[in-house]
């Protein structure tokens, strides 16, 4: 301390009020907190947007939309200005960016989201106007979606739950008229080797998840590197998931030893899949002898807890799990038969197909955007 300075020590009634003015703050944050931690909000039902789902090509955007999608990008590259938290963008808008123009409407925004950096995400949020909410569909009106205001904590134990970011006010009331809204946001899973998981825990290559920077408008993106796009769309069952899938192709950013990696983690996928599928037919076949009926059947395979999630969520599965029965019931009930029909009836090899279908279409488009290339090269050096 320099010489003639002193040390100023604040009195206790100033502590005391000081502590008392933090403490009326904060018990007024939680208030309003508690008081707007459940809100409501429409279903999307924006019909010239959602039509495009019915066809194989996205709509061809207005210049309105443009102007909007392009607000919405430069919105998002500001929210996390300055902010260490590892993101990256999902879906289509990647090929769009990687493009340089839109390859259509893009309806979302959504984001991959380091799990551990949720706490920094929160506060990253807070500062410029948004928060982390749970959506889930109102027990009593189809047309609304329940809103729950959460910490972080919560939000990454939320069990298969819609993960979201919203806009709020200054009393974490949910501002519905800001164009970037009600964010997706899935979180990366990783295993205890620091390893990203796709479906079915399958590891994926670490360095899908290492984002991928792009200056937009004087705003910095993260992007998803293309091969985790790809594997994703290949998933994907949407109309133009395989029109995305072949712009994205076309773009040139994936090499063939990209599909080849994508190639070998589906054969991984398959390998999973089929593994748990027989570990349940098996448990389900010890508890079907010669005399089980049709019904007795069905309710041994819906008392396996993945089969009964399944038809909880798709009320077709019911009508296709009561003819797997019949079937199986017409037979000697083996566990060879419950085997053989219900690959057949769920029709497991063929979706393995046409994956690895999807997945031969994707390197004969690489391999013609390079042959493409080769040849513009070649003409080029011509002139």
Same mark, same amino acid.
């Given at each position: 301390m320099r010489e003639g300075i002193e040390k100023y020590t604040p009195s206790e009634e100033e502590v005391?009020?000081?502590?008392?003015?933090?403490?009326? &703050? *904060?018990?007024?944050?939680?208030e309003t907190r508690e008081r707007f931690k459940f809100q409501e909000r429409p279903q999307f039902l924006d019909e010239s947007v959602t039509e495009q789902d019915k066809g194989?090509?996205? @709509?061809?955007p207005t210049s309105e939309e443009r102007e909007s999608m392009d607000n919405n990008i430069n919105r998002l590259g500001k929210i996390f200005e300055g902010s260490d938290v590892r993101w990256q963008l999902d879906g289509a808008?990647?090929?769009?960016?990687?493009?340089? !123009?839109?390859?259509?409407?893009?309806?979302? #925004? =959504?984001?991959?989201?380091? +799990? !551990?950096?949720?706490?920094?995400? !929160?506060? *990253?949020?807070?500062?410029?106007?948004?928060?982390?909410?749970?959506?889930?569909?109102?027990?009593? !009106?189809?047309?609304? @979606? *329940?809103? &729950?205001?959460?910490?972080?904590q919560q939000f990454r134990e939320a069990p298969k739950t819609h993960l979201m970011i919203a806009a709020i006010d200054e009393q974490e009331k949910i501002k519905d008229n800001e164009t970037l809204n009600y964010i997706d946001v899935h979180l990366v899973k990783r295993d205890n080797e620091g390893n990203p998981l796709g479906h079915g825990e399958i590891k994926l290559p670490t360095k899908w998840y290492e984002p991928q920077p792009k200056e937009y408008q004087e705003t910095e993106i993260s992007l998803s590197h293309p091969a985790k796009i790809a594997y994703f769309k290949i998933h994907g069952?949407?109309?133009?998931? +395989?029109? =995305?899938?072949?712009?994205?192709? &076309?773009?040139?950013?994936?090499?063939?030893? =990209? #599909? =080849?990696?994508?190639?070998?983690?589906?054969?991984q996928e398959f390998s999973q899949r089929r593994q748990t599928a027989e570990a349940i037919l098996d448990r389900v076949s010890a508890n079907i002898t010669p005399e089980t009926s049709a019904d007795g059947i069905y309710n041994v395979f819906a008392n396996e807890p993945m089969i009964a999630e399944r038809l909880q969520r798709? &009320?077709?599965?019911?009508? #296709?799990?009561?003819?797997? +029965?019949?079937?199986?019931?017409e037979t000697d009930k083996s566990s060879e038969q419950v085997k053989q029909l219900s690959f057949q009836i769920f029709n497991i090899e063929k979706s393995f197909d046409d994956q690895r279908n999807k997945v031969a279409d994707l390197r004969r488009w690489v391999e013609d955007g390079i042959k493409l290339k080769e040849l513009r090269r070649s003409l080029d050096l011509e002139k």
């Open positions: 005391s009020r000081t502590e008392e003015i933090m403490t009326a &703050e *904060q018990k007024a944050a939680s194989d090509v996205r @709509r061809t808008l990647n090929i769009s960016l990687m493009k340089g !123009d839109y390859i259509g409407v893009h309806k979302d #925004v =959504d984001l991959s989201i380091e +799990a !551990d950096d949720l706490e920094k995400l !929160d506060d *990253q949020l807070g500062r410029n106007g948004y928060g982390l909410f749970l959506s889930t569909e109102h027990p009593t !009106d189809e047309t609304k @979606r *329940q809103m &729950e205001r959460v910490g972080a069952t949407r109309p133009f998931d +395989a029109t =995305d899938l072949r712009m994205l192709a &076309e773009i040139g950013n994936l090499s063939t030893e =990209d #599909v =080849d990696e994508i190639g070998q983690v589906f054969e798709d &009320e077709s599965a019911k009508e #296709v799990l009561k003819e797997l +029965a019949k079937r199986i019931s």
